[in-house]
Structures are given as C-alpha cells and as structure tokens.
C-alpha cells in the first residue's frame, strides 16, 4: 500500500530521553535547532504526535517562519501542514494550544475513543476518524496517503508514537537531535521503549549525516532491515530503490532488460549486489549478485532479495532461471516493483514460481516507473512491434 515519508524526529539527552519526570518541558534543543525543526515542518505535508505529548506538553505544532509559511503558499499548499494526533481513549481536552492553532486538525482514534473525542472537540471542526478497535498504524498510514494527500509525515513524538513506528517497520527516516545534557532518572520518558525491533540487536541502521545545529548534534538515520513475510517495512523501500538505482546503471542494451538487485540479511546487513550484463552479455541482476556469495551461507534462508524487475521464470541461455536459483539459495523473500511485461517473454511469472515454492512476494508498484526508467526504449519497440519476441539476453 503507498503510504507517506515516515520521519521521525526527537531531541534526545546524552542519556537517551525525552523529557525529565518535572512539570515543565526540558528543553532540550537551542535556538539553532529550533529553527531546523521549523524548516523540516515547513517542508512535510503533515505533523503528527501521540495524544501524550499533547497533555505532556500542550504544543502548538506550528510553522513559526512567516517566509517559510508564504513559501508553502507560493506552492498552492496550505500556510501550515494538517496536524495530526492520535489517541485510543478520545480523552482529549479542548483546551490545548493544539486545536487552536494552524490549520487542519485530524485525531485518529478507536472504535471505542470515537464517541468521547468526537464529543469533546465539537464545534472545533476536527476530523474525527476511527480506523477499528485498535489503533492500526497500517490504517492511519494509508488514510492520511490516499485522503489527505500526506506524502511526507513528520513524526514529533513521543515515546510511545516513535517506538511503535520504528518496531512496525513504518519509520523510513530518524532525525536526532543530541542535547549536551544528561536527565538521569530511571523514570524520564525514553525516545525508544523496550521490545522487538526489526532486525533484531544485530541491525545497524544506516547513518546517512551529521552536523552540528549550536551546542546540540543532528544525526540521520535510515533503518536497514528488511521486513517479514508480505508486509513491506520502510527499509524494505529503501533497498528497492538501490536496486532501481543499480538498473540505471546497467550497460545499455536493446534485447534485454536492465534491472539491479541487493541480497540484505535479516538483520540489514547488504550481503551483495549485481545489476544485469555484470559479469557477462547475458548475466542476469540476481544472478550475478547470487554468484557473489557463498552458496552455504547460513544467511540467506532468512534474507531478502530485491529486484528491480521480478526475477526471470524462463531463460533461454542459462540451465536455471533467476527464480529458481533464488529458491535454489534458499532465499524465501523477494520484494520487486514491476512484474515483467510482455516484451521477451508471454507471461512470464517468476512471482508465480516463487510463491508456488513458499517463498514470499512483495510487490510495491508504486517503485514501478523508477524500475522501468532504464528500459523504456525496450517497451516502445515491443509496441511498435505489435508484441513479444525473444527472451531478452
Ligand atoms: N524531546 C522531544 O523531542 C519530545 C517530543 C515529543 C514528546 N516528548 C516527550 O514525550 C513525553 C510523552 O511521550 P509519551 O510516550 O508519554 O506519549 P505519546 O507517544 O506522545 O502519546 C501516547 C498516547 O498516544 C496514544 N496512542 C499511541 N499509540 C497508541 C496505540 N497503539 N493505541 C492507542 N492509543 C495510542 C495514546 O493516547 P490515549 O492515552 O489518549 O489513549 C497514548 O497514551 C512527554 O514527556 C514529552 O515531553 C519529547
């Protein structure tokens, strides 16, 4: 399901928390850092935060900048992003900054939090929006993508908020921002909570910049690990983008396709990469990235591959196709973007073979275009010649 930019962003003390236990908000960023944050908000299509932080710290949620706000105007977007909380009990107080200040509103809540919020935000032209007995992110996601046109979400916290989004696989970017000061009581809300994370203990995410913002460092992160079964996690978007990325880099060709794939270990680790016309004329993305690795490499029974088109299911110069030497490595989960079309081979369906054998098939179209970038010329020549001919090698 498309879904938006999930980035999540937090000051953090040296210690790893929040806030301290007192009534007012620690301050944990400077001026500087303030202002990034004012930047990042103009630059996303909504702000969410957990109905916590709204009674924690009774936030206004704003785009402060007058130039970045007639910016967002300037674009045919409204002055500030849709803010957006969410609350499984729909105990909200209409008191608070948060209602009375920029534009939309919308509050995500349950079946059984409905009634009670609906009831206390009466008249503050709030949508209200249940998405079922639990809060389900998945659905939350999906409604703010497909109704309201979010594409980017900024995620301010809290604890609660940022560590079920990063334990769902949901968060495609963390943006810290590190306080030279130290809480220490055992009882401070903590950025991250305890539980299962993907990828395990193991799972390094990617670090993608630092720099310093006055007295306090940003740090970006980008999680690594794939996701599990059907369900695509936001790492499982990053590395399809790689292996899109790699097909651009193929060596042109006019008789077959130019695709890039990425084997990525369970715990994020990249075991290996190929891109079609690798090693040979005729080699194939997965193939030549297979062939990088050792054959017993207890890895890749719970690694994922990912292809920028499915892997092949018939192949006229090599004994197997690329399907087949997948199931063959013992992988169980392929995640592509486009299902190969027409053009060499009628209906082929390396997808089919694949799951016929319990391996998982995630297909994400919305990667699509970027996978058949490289190869549009192929797609006009078929067409103009009224259909499929030779396998493409
Ligand atoms: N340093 C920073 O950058 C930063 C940023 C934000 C917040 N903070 C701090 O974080 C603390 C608040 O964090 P928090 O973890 O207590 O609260 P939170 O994550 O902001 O919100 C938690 C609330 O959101 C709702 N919620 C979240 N997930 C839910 C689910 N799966 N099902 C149902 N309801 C769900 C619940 O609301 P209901 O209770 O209504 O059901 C829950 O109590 C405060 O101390 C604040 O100062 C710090």
Redesign the pocket.
Known sequence: MPRPYVLL????SLDGC??DTGPE??V?SGPADFDRVDEVRAASDAIL??????R??NPRLLVNSAERRAARAATGRPEYPLKV????????DPALNFWSTGGEKVVYT?DL?VAKATAALRGLGVDVVPVGP??D?QAVLEDLHDVRGVRQLMV?????????LLQQGLADELQL?LAPLVVGEPDA?RLFGPGGYPGGVRNRMRLVETRPVGDVVLMRYVPTAPGAGELASAADRHWLETACDLAAQCPPSRTAFSVGAVVVAADGTELARGYSRESDAVSHAEEAALAKLDPADPRLATATVYSSLEPCARRASRPAPCARLILDAGVRRVVTAWREPDTFVASADGSGLLAAEGADVVVLPEYEERAAGPNRHLLRAAGEQGGPGEQGE
């Open positions: 962003s937090a000051a953090v929040l806030d908000r620690l944990l935060v957990g109905a916590g932080t709204l924690a710290d909380t969410v609350s499984g009990s729909g105990d909200l349950t939090g639990a809060l992110w301010e916290g809290g604890g609660l908020v940022h560590t079920q921002a809300p």
